[in-house]
């Protein structure tokens, strides 16, 4: 007899990462491979990230700290909410997965933009929901569109601010007026995994003061972009004191690590690297900016460490051609490709590459 599998698993695929690096170098024969595809920071992360794992190395039969005590104070400091209004997970990935499990039930709606992160429509297939895409407008996400496509049996909204892949950001006004209008029954996941890196004044700098006013409201962090930690799968969600408590019911017990944990805090004790990094990346913006506006390419302005560009050709085409020549990037649709911003030097060996190519 045949293994049954839960009906939505038809409906499922699994996640196809890039190829890694390494695996680049062999197929390819290159030395050199530069990888511009996950919008990793190429700085890499603070060096008092790295000082805190090798102290932690030494402890590795003990358990984790279930609560994350320590992580949550310094998130608590550094945000001005309560320890138990936060809750740290294995990546932001992690929680989208235990937002699913706590809020969709069969059949429930969930709005949520295309082109966005593609977690979103996963987790929420995952658990029966159905997905109700609102597309892009000029590649930024059209909010009243959103608005227009609650209804009753809507349970929750997904928001990626800036957005992945395309960079682009709505204001604050725009956040402000739709959280008035969404009923307070509905929940609002604001993922916010690139707002180091926004350089907009009218970016909803508001989103945490928020939570006071909206239940309703579950902000999303991670540790994998600005602070360079995406190896030790560490995120942070921040909401009210019932909806925390509600998913601590069905999260796993130990989901942080131990060396997540330690090296999260650590991060968030250098301020200096963030700046740095910031820095780094608005430079490589204009940087790639320029390079895109000489070469006469249509690009999305982007508030993040990525740039989503129109190089075209046929997106998957010009990944392949830049992955043999040792630089790896994400055809997303079409003739647009996602490129995440390098080092300077990284920078100009991808459009080096690209004019190649092109
Ligand atoms: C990278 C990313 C995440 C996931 O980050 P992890 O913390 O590494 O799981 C979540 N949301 C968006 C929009 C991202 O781009």
Redesign the pocket.
């Known amino acids: 007899m045949a293994i049954q599998f839960r009906e939505e698993l038809k409906e499922l695929s699994a996640y196809k990462p890039g190829k890694p690096i390494e695996d680049v170098k062999r197929e390819y024969g290159l030395n050199e491979v530069i990888k511009l595809a996950s919008?990793e920071n190429p700085l890499g992360c603070s060096p008092k990230a790295t000082e805190a794992i090798k102290k932690a190395a030494d402890n590795l039969a003990i358990y984790p700290d279930g609560n994350c005590t320590l992580l949550k104070e310094a998130l608590a400091n550094k945000t001005g909410l309560k320890p138990s209004q936060i809750l740290p997970s294995s990546?932001?990935?992690e929680m989208l997965d235990q937002l699913a499990k706590t809020f969709v039930n069969p059949g429930d709606e969930a709005i949520m933009a295309d082109i966005t992160?593609s977690r979103y429509i996963a987790t929420t297939k995952m658990m029966g929901g159905k997905p109700v895409i609102v597309p892009l407008k000029e590649w930024t996400y059209d909010i009243d569109g959103m608005l227009e496509a609650i209804t009753d049996k809507t349970r929750l909204i997904w928001l990626?601010n800036p957005n992945?892949p395309t960079g682009t950001m709505f204001t604050e006004d725009k956040l402000n007026d739709f959280l008035a209008k969404v009923p307070k029954n509905i929940i609002v996941v604001y993922?916010e995994?690139?707002n180091e890196y926004v350089t907009r004044d009218d970016f909803p700098k508001n989103s945490l003061d928020l939570l006071n006013d909206y239940s309703n409201l579950i902000v999303?962090r991670?540790f994998?972009?600005i602070y360079g930690l995406?190896a030790l799968?560490v995120?942070y969600t921040m909401a009210s004191e019932e909806i925390i408590s509600n998913i601590n019911k069905i999260r796993g017990p130990f989901n942080v690590n131990t060396l997540a944990q330690v090296a999260a805090v650590a991060a968030l004790g250098d301020d200096d690297f963030i700046k740095k990094s910031y820095e780094v990346n608005k430079e490589g913006k204009n940087f790639l900016y320029k390079a895109f506006d000489e070469m006469g390419l249509e690009y999305a302005p982007s508030e993040t460490n990525h740039i989503f560009v129109n190089v075209e050709k046929d997106a998957n085409e010009i990944f392949v051609n830049l992955q043999k020549k040792g630089m790896i990037i994400r055809p997303i649709t079409g003739t647009w490709i996602r490129v995440s911003i390098g080092t300077a030097e990284q920078n100009k060996k991808f459009i080096d590459l690209l004019k190649e190519v092109l």
């Open positions: 919008n990546g932001s990935d992160f990626c992945n993922d995994a690139y999303l991670t994998s972009k995406a799968r995120g």
